[in-house]
């Protein structure tokens, strides 16, 4: 039997999600097919799926939605998504520094028995930290390293002169809650390392513009109980969108693929 998945936004990470669905590499799980945008799209390139249509969307029925729309998409169609009887799986992770949209989806997933998933998508490790989270955590700092060019229409404009850097600026350095709110686009797997280990507030970012670099270089560390972990990614930018990096994508591809298979490995 198929997975059937919908997906909300066809930007970067939504048009090589679909693809990749479609080309077999998420195993049973198969687009409805339904593929949510805000605005109508025309052109050869444009699937069938795609429609601007909410109501055409959500009339089908999912297994799964997949969230790539941003913050404001998660907003809108996040709770349709779960009332509609799907698991919800959010890429948009630092919209849920705003606690009364995660209550929210919290109680729409629980009245419908369903799932707000937050897949690894752009940073590994989570299963590491999360487990040791269990025994206790005493401190966790991510430190996300991009090219200036990343930071283009962010904050960071207003601090240094992105276009002229000569060395590594920090742009932010301080709790979660703040630092997701104010990159939205760019540091949503800082919120994701914040829900699986010491949460929001007590987990620290570093957001940093380096113009010796082409790739986004992220760093997690933590120490507890357990004892100490550090995770380093060195990842290429989409060639569609310098903020996120290419192995956002291929992680949700294999986050579909669990969910719509019998064998499971790294749960």
Known sequence: MSYAVGVIGYG??????????????AGDATTCPAVLVRRPRNGDDVPP???????????????????????????EH???????????????VGALTDDAL????????TAHGRKLILPSAGIGGLDTLAAAAVGGLDRVVIEVRKAPVAWQGTPGEDLVDLDSLSEAAVLYDGPVREGARLYPANVNISAAVAFAGLGLD??????????????????VEAEGVFGRMRFMEDVLPSPDNPKT???????LVKTVRQLASNFVVGA
Do not use: N
């Not at 007590?202 to 760093?219: C, E, G, K």
């Open 12 to 25: 970067a990470i939504g048009r090589d999600l679909l693809q990749a669905i479609d080309g077999g590499l």
């Open 49 to 75: 799926q795609v429609t601007a249509e909410a109501d055409e969307f959500f009339a089908h029925r999912f297994d799964a939605v997949v969230e790539c729309a941003g913050h404001g998409g998660l907003r």
């Open 78 to 92: 996040g709770e349709a998504a779960l009332h509609g009887g799907a698991d919800l799986l959010v890429t948009s």
């Open 102 to 109: 995660l209550d929210d989806l919290r109680r729409a997933a």
């Open 202 to 219: 007590r987990t620290q970012v570093r957001i940093i513009a380096d113009p010796a670099i082409t790739t986004h270089v992220v760093t």
């Open 245 to 251: 990096g290419r192995i956002v994508a291929m992680a």
